[in-house]
């Protein structure tokens, strides 16, 4: 067919059209940015010269899309003759090598930025220079990929590709980035939001900062969107992976149709890269536009209705009370501020002007002149020398976590049980994807067996390391941020994982996915457990636990199924279905941000400890050994030991119904045994209110020991329904021994979480035994392990039920105090919400006569137009002196 001829499918002239414009918008973008650091500000910085780089890089890559369409880029391969093969590869090459480049200089120009926000907090340094290292090394990373994607370079522009070279898919190394991408797209768009929100600011101008930071959502989108453009040739290499076809990497290059399904993906990679750019330069326009387009970003909620003239101000007024003596304004001296001249910093180099300042105040020689009232922004400003952060304060203390009530305590107790349901529900979905995952891609069952490892060796490492140190000095709520930050990481991470159907990428995402989910239960159970009157940890523990498994019993079905049917396009629909849960935890980890929880220091947990008539400093005989410290020691190994038997049984259940019953549904079945194993929880919590913990633990460790004693034999009905009753006497266990172990700790209760937590890994030993003995006999013969296991859990209710002091330790008691406290508290709440009823309906009677309430009418005017003196519309509400009268 003649290259000029038209009578086929081209997509190449809209992804000329598309590229082309946006270079063109992001040019014009880069321009005015420019124009505003170097020709108004006249400060440039290093993010400056970064986002010119940027743009170099998106020109390259830009340029050689819309050069690949003249030769071919848009075409079906039939299509595109053989002389414009190889430089459509050459574009398409030298694409794939300016691609990660140009992405890495954008984020880095967001990055210096950042760090220009802020000399003193901290946390938000560190994580904007993680996210820099990230963005680097993994952009060199995989720009090093791309660059040596074949073996000799030259193989790639050669059409076929030699069989003595050997080539990476190109699809796979487009798709592997997509993690990486997105996960630092969401860092740098959330990275300031934390410190946009808690600015005292008119709303106009938080709104717009908030606004501009936020333009980097697009960016995210984008890349989803470019992603899906490759999803066609990542079911051909799943499917021919699946027949036993070859998929290698050169093997793919000549058989695929690349020129026709990457045209659209480089499109957008095109407008990622532009869009990019253009949200980078947002936040640096913000001069050229309060110079030429002041009312964009001027704030005229605040206005001085007596004077002749409406008066805009841009800073905020704070109440008379937090000036103290000064707090009206003398206008024979009025205070220095920018209100009255341009900055400095604006047009000179005297002093450095700080990034938030720059943000927040506009160019104040082109406003109108203001009445001199001293507010907040000028006070500040005159003040302190620097501001880097513009009024950056949490003044609201956190509640005693300790100190709640029942009533109290509900709320928070809620909010957290949803993350319990969150991780039950990726524990059900985890163990049902290596499955499936082991069906497509062929692999062995000792690799699915390491795959669970891996996740639970994260439950190891993660409270061990950093969940410690972040659980310690910064307390509950922190951890559930990081942790679902975490495992959206991990369910990031899965993309590549089924693209590459690697099993070394496949063990990295269990284990991210296990230090996310073992960073929240470090901090969860112990919230649960503390958050109430503590005679009822165990009660509450095992009614969240409950809600826990109800998750883990929906997700196995929801993936077998509905998502997952062992196909190539179902596992393409898991990783959307994957996409789609890292974005929810995100903007879950979101809310938790913001979601007021109690928190306890470690000196409050040592005082609620002290409060308690318990042998707390007892001794073990005539040894210094305390009795808490060998009660929590064995509550270590019991979970250890408990945790391994459980999973063992978990991980091996299919295989179990297929020995002694292959006609029965194992996947029904095994809803049955969640069902009772969540049953069990609930169970448990009803008696706790009664019956002693440490007897209700001898009772379900018992009977786990001898329903899985007993499942050692048999075949047909009888052994399917023991392991139900296995699964319904594992269920209380975790709850009952975290809680007894965890009592009494005081000062050392979150360290004692953090071992508590971390013995979960047992879930990474005793599953590969229980294989073992499996291997050597058969699966009936290997739960002889789980047994073993389950006894030597058994140890902790022995030693609370026959060692005195540890009895006096682990059986629950009131809070008496706390409780006399916490009524006085309820009865003064009463009291005062009467009152407060009553003032209620006296201010509605004044609005039922028009009669405007004197809150009302200060509210709507700013504090400084309240306190200056000689207003005759003010008469009304000040007193002689010009202070604010009382009602």
């Not at 008379?320 to 206008?331: H, I």
Request: aromatic fraction near 12%; glycine fraction near 6%.
């Amino acid at each position: 067919m003649a290259a000029g001829s038209d009578d086929f499918a081209n997509r190449g002239p809209a992804v000329l059209a598309v590229s082309a414009a946006t270079l063109a918008i992001t040019t014009a973008f880069v321009v005015f940015r420019l124009i505003s650091r170097f020709g108004i500000v006249r400060k440039p910085g290093w993010d400056d010269y970064a986002i010119i780089l940027a743009w170099v890089l998106a020109f390259g890559t830009s340029f050689s899309i819309c050069y690949g369409t003249s030769v071919g880029l848009g075409r079906h391969m039939n299509h595109v003759p053989v002389q414009w093969q190889a430089p459509l590869k050459k574009s398409a090459y030298v694409f794939s090598v300016l691609y990660n480049p140009a992405l890495m200089a954008t984020k880095t120009s967001i990055c210096i930025f950042y760090l220009t926000l802020s000399k003193t907090q901290k946390i938000f340094r560190c994580a904007t220079i993680a996210t820099l290292i990230v963005v680097n090394v993994g952009g060199l990373a995989l720009t090093l990929l791309n660059t040596l994607q074949c073996e000799p370079i030259g193989a790639v522009f050669e059409t076929p590709v030699p069989t003595s070279a050997s080539c990476t898919n190109i699809v796979t190394i487009y798709l592997s980035s997509a993690p990486l991408n997105i996960a630092t797209d969401l860092a740098l768009l959330f990275l300031p939001m934390p410190i946009l929100t808690a600015m005292r600011l008119p709303m106009k101008q938080k709104a717009i900062l908030v606004v501009t930071f936020g333009f980097g959502i697009f960016v995210a989108v984008v890349d989803v969107v470019r992603i899906a453009y490759l999803q066609n040739a990542a079911r051909d290499n799943l499917r021919n992976m699946q027949e036993h076809k070859d998929s290698s990497g050169s093997e793919s290059r000549n058989a695929s149709d690349f020129s026709w399904y990457a045209s659209y993906s480089f499109m957008w990679s095109a407008i990622e890269i532009n869009v990019g750019i253009m949200c980078a330069c947002v936040p640096a326009l913000k001069p050229l536009v309060s110079r030429f387009l002041p009312t964009w970003i001027l704030d005229r909620t605040m206005r001085d209705k007596t004077a002749t003239h409406t008066h805009t101000s841009d800073s905020i007024a704070i109440h008379p009370d937090c000036l103290g003596s000064k707090r009206r304004s003398n206008q024979a001296s009025p205070p220095e501020s920018p209100l009255t001249r341009p900055p400095q910093a604006l047009g000179g180099h005297n002093e450095p002007m700080d990034m938030m300042a720059f943000l927040t105040t506009p160019e104040m020689n082109e406003l109108p002149n203001l009445q001199q009232s001293e507010t907040y922004a000028t006070t500040t400003r005159t003040r302190r020398k620097s501001v880097t952060f513009f009024d950056f304060v949490d003044m609201e203390r956190k509640k005693n976590i300790t100190l709640m009530s029942n009533r109290e305590s509900v709320y928070s107790i809620l909010m957290v049980t949803i993350l319990f349901f969150i991780w039950g529900f990726a524990y059900g979905l985890l163990d049902t994807l290596n499955s499936r995952f082991q069906e497509v891609a062929h692999m062995s069952a000792g690799q699915t067996v390491g795959q669970h490892s891996a996740y639970y060796l994260g439950y190891i490492i993660g409270p061990l390391t950093f969940g410690r140190l972040v659980f310690k000095y910064w307390g509950f709520k922190a951890c559930y941020t990081v942790g679902l930050l975490i495992y959206a990481c991990g369910a990031l991470v899965f993309w590549p994982s089924a693209v590459l159907t690697s099993f070394p990428a496949f063990l990295i995402s269990n284990f991210i996915t296990g230090l996310g989910l073992s960073t929240l239960e470090i901090s969860a159970n112990p919230f649960i457990a503390l958050c109430g009157p503590p005679e009822y940890a165990e009660v509450r523990l095992n009614l969240s636990q409950g809600i826990q498994a109800i998750g883990t019993i929906l997700s196995p079905l929801l993936a077998k199924k509905v998502l997952f049917k062992a196909s190539p396009n179902s596992l393409i629909d898991v990783q959307w279905t994957y996409l789609g849960i890292a974005f929810f935890v995100v903007l879950l980890a979101i809310v938790y941000y913001y979601v007021p929880l109690p928190e306890a220091t470690d000196e409050e947990l040592e005082i609620a400890a002290a409060r308690m008539p318990i042998p707390r400093h007892a001794t073990l005989g005539s040894t210094e050994i305390k009795i808490i410290w060998v009660t929590l020691g064995l509550g270590v190994f019991s979970l250890f030991c408990y945790v391994g038997g459980q999973e063992g049984v978990s991980t091996n259940f299919d295989d179990y119904i297929e020995r002694v019953m292959p006609s029965l549904d194992a996947v029904g079945h095994a809803s049955v045994g969640h069902t009772a194993f969540m049953t069990a929880r609930f169970v448990a919590a009803f008696c706790n209110i009664w019956i002693k913990p440490r007897y209700l633990l001898l009772l379900f460790f018992t009977g786990a020991i001898a329903f899985a004693a007993a499942c050692m034999s048999g075949y047909g009905v009888t052994p399917s329904v023991l392991i139900i009753f296995v699964m319904f006497f594992e269920g209380p266990i975790f709850s009952l021994v975290f809680a007894q172990a965890l009592r009494g700790m005081g000062r050392h209760t979150k360290e004692a979480s953090v071992l508590l937590t971390a013995a979960i890994g047992g879930g990474a030993v005793f599953p590969p035994i229980i294989f073992g003995a499996m291997q050597i006999r058969n699966i009936q013969y290997a739960f002889c392990v789980a047994v073993a296991a389950f006894a030597g859990g058994m140890i902790f209710p022995i030693w609370l039920n026959l060692h005195p002091a540890a009895r006096q330790i682990s059986d629950p008691v009131r809070d008496e105090q706390t409780r006399r406290e916490s009524q006085i508290e309820e009865q003064r709440r009463e009291s005062t919400g009467t009152g407060e009823k009553k003032r209620k309906r006296i201010s509605l009677r004044k609005k039922e006569k028009h009669e405007l309430p004197f809150v009302e009418h200060l509210e709507r005017r700013s504090w400084p137009e309240v306190q200056s003196p000689g207003e005759g519309s003010s008469s009304s509400a000040t007193g002689p002196n010009g202070s604010p009268s009382r009602s």
